[in-house]
């Protein structure tokens, strides 16, 4: 299975802005739609955001949970086998560990998939 590593989390304040990255080590991740997810203490894992595998060089289909939507942006560069999670307007509630996954449900990946290790995201008040 593909192994992924995840980049990019840390301490921010509220409003401020930070890059994930998600990558892979061995098999590149061409052929798989990637997910993000996020998981704060005491709560359950969620969907973030997920793209597509492409059928075309720029041809992918984008989604997003309710609290990423018109804040988030989800890309992906085939060539450098990463997958890029831009945050902006970040506020404290999305503070939780985020983590990119071989799919877009988290049973799917459970059962199908492989997940990272996880990056810490902090957002300060």
């Known amino acids: 299975q593909v192994q992924l590593v995840e980049s990019g989390g840390g301490l921010v304040q509220f409003g401020g802005s930070l890059r994930l990255s998600c990558a892979a080590s061995?098999?590149?991740?061409?052929?798989?739609?990637i997910g993000w997810f996020r998981q704060a203490p005491g709560k359950g894992r969620e969907g973030v955001s997920c793209i597509s595998k492409s059928d075309s060089e720029s041809d992918y289909t984008t989604w997003y949970g309710d609290s990423a939507e018109g804040r988030f942006t989800i890309s992906r560069d085939n060539a450098k086998g990463t997958v890029f999670l831009q945050m902006n307007n970040l506020k404290p509630e999305d503070t939780a560990v985020y983590y990119c996954?071989?799919?877009?449900?988290?049973?799917?990946?459970?059962?199908?998939?492989?997940w990272g290790q996880g990056t810490q995201v902090t957002v300060s008040s």
């Open positions: 996954a071989t799919g877009c449900s988290v049973d799917y990946v459970n059962s199908h998939g492989s």
């Open positions: 061995g098999p590149t991740l061409d052929d798989y739609a």
